[in-house]
Every structure is written in structure tokens, then in C-alpha cells.
């Protein structure tokens, strides 16, 4: 079965330094992989995804994450941290149900802190 | 930019009444899906949904529980007789297309007493 793990339940980051949040895979075939940001009181917003194609993914916000196949990661990554950028983030894979459609299988999610 | 939207934000009610949670997917998406976080937990997958019919549940999604799309813009999640661990957030989402990125509502929070 696909999943994703989470190592880190709390990241914190001085605000303009480099951030990473990290997330390991483990999957059958070829990894789907997202990020999404949750802010208090908020919905699940995504953030990038993975298909294929370049290891280097661009996403909304400014933030970026590295796809490595041998080490089976997709750290989520931002140059220089925001305070505003203080959310839970979670990790996904994509995993396709028997009736050929796709659920998400989540982590356990990282709570990122930047401080001022 | 659309989005999917959630109503009621926040619902609280009693153990063993029916409660209906509602959501409107972005309106040219064709997969909808219910996925709820118990507190402190993970998000898991409840239910798909796509040509008026499920087309995927988990074992979480027994008996209890039913999703409707009673008109063009609506999908809903019934639960029938409600249990303390139902207590959750419920998140809706949808996508374009079966293999398409899914986007999440704001959720509902619920709490059972």
C-alpha cells in the first residue's frame, strides 16, 4: 500500500532563513505526490504536486520541493521563510482505489513555526 | 480563483442524531470525495463519488454513512445516527477529472456529545 511519512511534528525556522519540511514515500509504481498547506481555521489548500518530469517542483507561495527517487523523499522547501508561512503542512501520495479512481493518502502532518 | 466551499463551518449535536454536512465542489469538477480529520490525527479517505454514484469507499464509510448529490452544485454527507468518534473534521473535495489534482473545502468541524 502506498504511504507517505511525516518525520517531524514541529519545524522551527528563524524568519528569513531556509526552510525544509520533510516527507519519505513508499509506493508501488510510480510516486503522485502533493503538498498542502493547512492554516488555522482553514481548508487544505494545495500547494505543488509531483507527476513527473523535472525533481525540482515549483508551487504557490514560493515554496519548491526536491523529488529524489533513491532516497524515496519529497522534501517541501522555501529559500527564505516567512512568519505568514507558520501552517501545518501535510505530505500525500496518490493511490488508486480498486474502481480505478484515486484517493490521497496523507501524513501525519508537520507543524511549521517561522519566528520573527 | 474558485474554490470548493463548506457549510456548516462548525456543527454540534447529540449522540445519535442525523446531521448533513454540505459542500459545493468547484463547479465544472466531475469527482467529488469526503475525507475527515479526527483531532490530532491524519486525514483519511471516506468516500469517492463521480456519476451520481460512489465509486470508492474506506472501511470507515459503513452504514451510517451516505452521500447524496441532490442537484447540479451540491454533494452532501449524511450521518444517520451520529457516535462520539464521529466527532472530526470533515473536508470535501473535487477534481476535474479522475486522474486530476484534488482541491479541498475549508471543512466543517463536528462535534458529537
Known amino acids: 500500500a502506498q504511504s507517505v511519512a511525516q518525520p517531524e511534528d514541529q519545524v522551527n525556522v528563524a524568519e528569513g532563513n531556509p526552510l525544509t519540511v520533510k516527507c519519505t514515500y513508499s509506493v508501488s509504481g510510480n510516486p503522485y505526490l502533493f503538498w498542502y498547506v493547512q492554516y488555522p481555521n482553514r481548508g487544505l489548500q494545495f500547494l505543488l504536486k509531483?507527476?513527473?518530469?523535472?525533481?525540482l517542483v515549483k508551487g504557490s507561495y514560493g515554496f519548491e520541493a526536491e523529488f529524489n527517487k533513491s532516497q524515496t523523499s519529497f522534501h517541501l522547501k522555501k529559500p527564505s521563510a516567512l512568519v505568514s508561512d507558520s501552517a501545518l503542512y501535510f505530505c500525500?501520495?496518490?493511490?488508486?482505489?480498486?474502481?480505478?479512481?484515486?484517493?490521497?493518502?496523507f501524513g501525519t502532518g508537520t507543524r511549521l513555526k517561522v519566528l520573527a | 480563483e474558485p474554490e470548493v466551499t463548506q457549510t456548516p463551518s462548525h456543527q454540534v449535536t447529540q449522540m445519535g442524531q442525523e446531521v448533513i454536512l454540505r459542500c459545493v465542489p468547484i463547479s465544472n469538477h466531475l469527482y467529488f470525495y469526503w475525507y475527515r480529520q479526527i483531532l490530532g490525527q491524519k486525514v483519511e479517505f471516506l468516500v469517492s463519488?463521480?456519476?451520481?454514484?460512489?465509486?470508492?469507499k474506506s472501511e470507515i464509510f459503513d452504514d451510517q454513512f451516505s452521500v447524496e448529490r441532490p442537484d447540479g452544485s451540491n454533494f452532501t454527507l449524511k450521518i444517520r445516527s451520529t457516535k462520539l468518534e464521529d466527532s472530526a473534521m470533515y473536508f470535501c473535495a473535487s477534481s476535474l477529472s479522475w486522474e486530476g489534482t484534488q482541491y479541498f473545502g475549508p471543512g466543517t468541524r463536528l462535534l458529537v456529545l
Open positions: 500525500a501520495v496518490r493511490d488508486m482505489a480498486t474502481s480505478g479512481t484515486y484517493k490521497y493518502i
Open positions: 463519488f463521480y456519476n451520481n454514484e460512489i465509486s470508492e
Open positions: 509531483y507527476i513527473t518530469g523535472d525533481n
